[in-house]
């Protein structure tokens, strides 16, 4: 049977209330039965039960994450930043997987809420109503990670989506491209829109305007992108995209290796651009320039916004924009 609290105060001889004030680490035990009850809990391997004490102290020290794809490189790499400063502040992470799936994100945010967790960090989602009616009656703070909500109701951390897609565009149409193509999941995304404005935009300064045949919506797999990109090659030469921007880099490396399965060349016959410069990017030949978030730093600067939340600190800003770049390499002809 497992050690109770119970034992440990009869084996040390004190009330169960100085155990639990010694395990809490209340100033308020006398030096010498400190030490008696933490030799007790360690001779019985007494492991506190931190929900009784959740319960207790209304606190479980316990943050939701909600994730799209925990599978996702790009995720992966973001729930490290916020594994790693919910260590530093004594907070557990809680982290389920959407699977990008509506129905399924509001019943995990209502079952985040039932354990009694003190704070939400929800991930890369649609928000819509009844979103936004469970953020606003779950009396926990709730941070929005790397995703876009247009009418900047809930604190957030993120890049301009964008800008850095428009940054993206500008180079390429910069570089005499004649038709930059757009490779992307579907447009109901807020996420997708974004990056479609920074799109429709750099076209625009440059006294382009959008060809809608050159816009390309698809699913955000590999596989589907392939069959996507397979479209856009069988147009005519004159109207064969000569660039391809893509909205992540899974589309772009699909692009890639489209544009080599026929008989192409990246980046003399086609110039390649992914976002989030995932490690991916490093693993395809050549290897893909592209946007780059700052992943383990969105996941950081959510996670310790969320505690000053928490903890009633001040905060300086409840829309949180970290900078962006592109990482060059050589899916883009080298630069002059």
Do not use: C, W
Not at 123 to 147: E, M, Y
């Amino acid at each position: 049977m497992s050690v109770t609290i119970y034992d440990v105060a009869k084996r040390a001889g004190v009330s169960m209330a100085t155990v639990s004030r010694v395990i809490n680490g209340s100033p308020n035990v006398r030096p010498t039965t400190r030490k008696k009850v933490l030799k007790v809990i360690e001779e019985l391997g007494y492991r506190p039960n931190a929900v009784a004490r959740g319960l207790a102290s209304r606190r479980t020290t316990t943050i939701g994450v909600i994730l799209p794809d925990i599978s996702s490189v790009f995720f992966a790499e973001l729930t490290r930043g916020i594994e790693d400063i919910a260590n530093m502040y004594d907070y557990d992470i809680l982290i389920s997987s959407s699977d990008a799936n509506r129905e399924k994100e509001l019943s995990l945010i209502g079952s985040m809420l039932e354990r009694q967790v003190e704070g939400i960090l929800f991930l890369g989602g649609h928000l819509d109503d009844a979103h936004r009616r469970l953020f606003k009656t779950a009396n926990v703070p709730v941070v929005l990670v790397a995703t876009e909500d247009p009418e900047r109701e809930f604190a957030s951390v993120r890049i301009d989506l964008g800008r850095a897609a428009y940054d993206a565009v500008d180079f390429l149409l910069a570089r005499g491209n004649e038709r930059v193509a757009f490779l992307t999941y579907p447009l109901y995304s807020p996420m997708a829109r974004a990056r479609y404005a920074g799109y429709v935009e750099a076209l625009g300064e440059r006294g382009r305007r959008v060809e809608e045949h050159l816009v390309m919506e698809t699913h955000p797999y590999y596989e589907r992108a392939l069959k996507a990109m397979a479209t856009l090659l069988a147009l005519p030469a004159e109207k064969r995209p000569t660039a391809i921007f893509a909205a992540s880099d899974e589309l772009a490396i699909a692009a890639v290796h489209a544009v080599q399965d026929a008989g192409l060349s990246v980046p003399d016959d086609v110039e390649v651009v992914g976002f989030d410069n995932t490690r991916i990017a490093q693993m395809v030949r050549p290897m893909l320039t592209s946007v780059v978030q700052p992943m383990y730093d969105l996941g950081a600067v959510a996670m310790r916004l969320l505690t000053k939340f928490i903890r009633q600190e001040p905060v300086e800003s409840r829309d949180v924009v970290l900078p962006h770049r592109i990482e060059f390499r050589a899916s883009t002809r080298p630069r002059v």
